[in-house]
């Protein structure tokens, strides 16, 4: 089984429903199974700030599926949520599943890139993943807690429990 860590965000259309719809429908992903779920936390959108915040998340899970299987799955997720793709990058979504890190591989292709090319930058994955998995060390051999002492809060809130 591969160790996967997945991001997820919504800014429109009850976000915290939408987080929670999808982690459901990922538990439910054949040969798949969630070990453990980061706080929900609010952050600013990226690109054009005139949009809702996010609220963002973090899985960790186990998956006997291949990579680019698995991504289909979570795209596939994201369409049943109402993810329109547009042209504009950044705009505000419904859902937005993305693949930080498949176990210790290393993806760049036309289709998936892993580690996620901006996870180093990106308050609303590193906070959220150290949550869950504070000694995790990327496959280039950055340690998480190292990135975390390079990327500020920029506004990160996490929310309370409900």
Known sequence: ???????????????????????Q???????????ATSS??????????????????VVELQTDLPPVKFLH???KIELDHGR???AERWGPRTLDLDILLFSDQVIDSKELTVPHYGMKQ???V????????????????TKLTSMLNNCPLNGLEKLPYK
């Open 126 to 141: 590193l906070y959220p993943l150290h949550e869950i998995a504070s000694d995790l060390t990327l496959p280039c051999g």
């Open 122 to 124: 990106r308050e609303f």
């Open 1 to 23: 089984m591969s160790r996967v860590f997945v991001g997820l965000g919504s800014n429109l259309a009850e976000p915290e429903q939408q987080i929670s719809n999808a982690l």
């Open 73 to 75: 799955c979570l795209q």
């Open 40 to 57: 929900l936390y609010v952050s600013r959108p990226m690109g054009p700030q005139d949009q809702p915040s996010y609220v963002n998340a």
């Open 84 to 86: 329109e793709r547009k």
């Open 25 to 35: 429908a990922i538990e439910a992903i054949i040969d798949t199974h969630i070990s």
